[in-house]
């Protein structure tokens, strides 16, 4: 019989600016900074006869390969989002107990004047209120400003926020502003009662 020649496709992970690109080795061949295949995918041939180049496996293997790789990127950005997320809900929170506590002798002439306990807590959950959605509203502008023409230039679509999880951490974020300000508030309160 015939013999099947192996075509050969490399794999390039950098030189393009693009993650992992697929083409055939001349077509990619000026245009690459390194002259080392990082994989290659082949067809025909055989194991035995390719296990010099290195690891061998069949397209299943391969493409479990990738499938880890990508779970655990995703594994990645989502720990790296939860911990740079919890630091800035710490400094926010941070912030507005802070600036509570520094408004103690106003909350106490607002007590000596008459205004009852009540009126000064609903008078600062509706101030955290406005400051939490403003929050929300300028963050939403400034990460679609950047999403946007990043997304439509990478994969020429706008980029998808589940509704449901958009919603539950603008609900959490205004419920975090909301105890962080009525929550000092109403010790400090205590205190000058």
Avoid: C
Wanted: net charge positive; hydrophobic share 50%.
């Amino acid at each position: 019989g015939t013999k099947v020649r192996p075509e050969v496709v490399a794999v390039y992970g950098r030189g393009l600016g693009l993650a992992t690109v697929t083409m055939d080795r001349a077509s990619l061949a000026g245009h690459v900074t390194s002259g080392f295949d990082s994989t290659l995918l082949v067809s025909g041939g055989s194991a035995k006869s390719l296990t010099a180049l290195g690891q061998v496996t069949d397209a299943t293997g391969y493409a479990t390969e990738k499938s880890l790789d990508a779970e655990l990127g995703a594994w990645m950005n989502n720990t790296m989002a939860s911990v740079l997320g919890g630091f800035a809900a710490v400094a926010a929170v941070n912030t507005l107990v802070m600036t509570v506590l520094d408004r103690r002798r106003e909350l106490g002439v607002l007590r000596l004047v008459g205004t009852t306990r009540r009126q000064v807590l609903t008078m600062l959950g509706w101030e955290s209120l406005l400051v939490s959605a403003a929050g929300l509203v300028i963050g939403s502008a400034i990460a679609a400003a950047t999403l946007i023409p990043m997304m439509r230039g990478v994969t020429g679509q706008a980029p998808y926020a589940p509704p449901l999880l958009y919603g539950s951490f603008a609900v959490a974020g205004v419920g975090l502003a909301l105890l962080a300000v009525t929550l000092p508030a109403a010790a400090a309160l205590r205190r000058r009662t």
